[in-house]
């Protein structure tokens, strides 16, 4: 896996007690073209999922990933070397805070990941940026080795004597060809649409469309594909009823402009009547105001810039629940807060944040 040459000045050297990981003939995908319609709630650089397992059993599955956040921008990060920071342990953090990290699981029997190795050095430069989650790029010097969870905290730590693995270089390409910024002007040809595909609105793909107008039965060109009979600007997606042309809006706009009796969200950035959120739950507070109607409300926002509904300290606390906004990356969130994700589309996509205080 051939890469461009590193930033210049002394290269750093594989320590004695490493192995090289061998990822020869191994293409790394982005999260969205290994399994379509996911997203991570970083971005996510990553082998297949039939990597076979470095003793060359095939019937194993190892995993690499390489996380970035979603801020981050073109140029040379050098690795972040705290475990905790890649590993959540889901009770103080609960998504990757590294400004650039890596992480491999090995897969040593029964398909159980047996063994974890997160990043102690290494770099990640992205070369080329379309979105946060389609970039290309090259990880050199990347230093792997053991660690383990403490049960007690949760905390992943350095296991002593552990083993240990080096990646001298691996270049990815996460680039689709139809890549697009969502809501961006021009972000497509005249005759398509860049149609988000991460729950949070920052990843999207030029798709083309037809005459369908919103609210009539629509089809697809394919399940893995987004490009259907609607006319732009509108995505056909079944919601349980059939599937229809529904209206694009943008989680992270202002005004997202849905009609009355909609309101901007539920994983696919749909303008989708208030009658079918009802179960995950609407309140009309405005950001920065009180949800007085539901205050565990996973919408928010009326018809301003959509959000959700947060209690600091919890319903047992004196504090009330306030309409927070969505972010996109961990970043976003100032100290000490962290960031949270809401769990979209059965799970796979965790792209949609919020900054949450700590326990």
């Known amino acids: 896996?051939?890469?461009?040459?590193?930033?210049?000045?002394?290269?750093?050297?594989?320590?004695?007690?490493?192995?090289?990981?061998?990822?020869?003939?191994?293409?790394?995908?982005?999260?969205?073209?290994?399994?379509f319609d996911s997203s991570g709630s970083v971005p996510i650089i990553r082998t297949p999922s039939s990597l076979a397992n470095i003793s060359g059993d095939d019937t194993l599955s190892d995993r690499l990933?390489?996380?970035y956040d979603g801020a981050l921008g073109t140029g040379v990060h050098a690795m972040d070397g705290d475990p905790t920071h890649a590993l959540p342990d889901f009770k103080t953090?609960?998504?990757?805070?590294?400004?650039?990290?890596?992480?491999?699981?090995?897969?040593l029997g029964d398909n159980t990941y047996l063994k974890n190795f997160a990043v102690k050095s290494g770099e990640l430069e992205i070369t080329a940026l379309v979105t946060p989650h389609q970039t290309a790029g090259v990880a050199r010097h990347v230093e792997l080795r053991e660690v383990v969870k403490d049960?007690?905290?949760?905390?992943?730590?350095w296991v002593d004597g552990g083993t240990c693995y080096w990646i001298e270089e691996a270049s990815y390409d996460?680039?689709?060809?139809?890549?697009?910024?969502?809501?961006?002007?021009?972000?497509?040809?005249?005759?398509?649409?860049?149609?988000?595909?991460?729950?949070?609105g920052t990843d999207g793909e030029c798709v083309t469309g037809g005459a369908k107008v919103e609210g009539e039965a629509c089809t697809r060109v394919s399940d893995t594909q987004w490009d259907s009979d609607c006319s732009l600007g509108l995505r056909c997606f079944d919601g349980g009823m059939g599937a229809i042309c529904h209206k694009v809006c943008d989680l992270h706009a202002a005004a997202p402009d849905c009609p009355a009796g909609t309101h901007c969200g539920g994983g696919y950035n749909l303008?989708?009547?208030?009658?079918?959120?009802?179960?995950?739950?609407?309140?009309?507070?405005?950001?920065?105001?009180?949800?007085?109607?539901?205050?565990?409300a996973l919408y928010c926002g009326g018809a301003g810039q959509p959000g959700m509904c947060w209690d600091d300290d919890g319903d047992a606390g004196p504090m009330?629940?306030?309409?927070?906004?969505?972010?996109?990356?961990p970043s976003q969130c100032v100290a000490p807060r962290t960031a949270g994700y809401v769990a979209y589309k059965d799970g796979i996509d965790q792209?949609?944040?919020?900054c949450i205080p700590p326990p």
């Open 151 to 157: 049960a007690m905290t949760g905390a992943w730590g």
């Open 93 to 107: 953090t609960f998504v990757p805070t590294c400004n650039a990290c890596a992480v491999f699981q090995e897969d």
């Open 174 to 200: 996460g680039r689709r060809p139809k890549g697009c910024v969502p809501y961006a002007f021009d972000a497509c040809p005249a005759d398509q649409f860049c149609m988000p595909t991460n729950a949070v």
């Open 320 to 329: 009330e629940a306030t309409c927070i906004p969505f972010v996109s990356a």
């Open 65 to 67: 990933r390489l996380f």
């Open 351 to 354: 792209s949609t944040l919020f």
């Open 1 to 35: 896996m051939g890469g461009a040459g590193g930033a210049g000045g002394q290269q750093p050297m594989k320590p004695a007690d490493c192995v090289d990981l061998p990822l020869a003939g191994i293409e790394l995908l982005s999260q969205q073209e290994n399994t």
């Open 271 to 296: 303008c989708l009547d208030v009658a079918i959120l009802q179960n995950s739950g609407v309140d009309d507070a405005s950001l920065g105001e009180t949800c007085a109607t539901n205050p565990g």
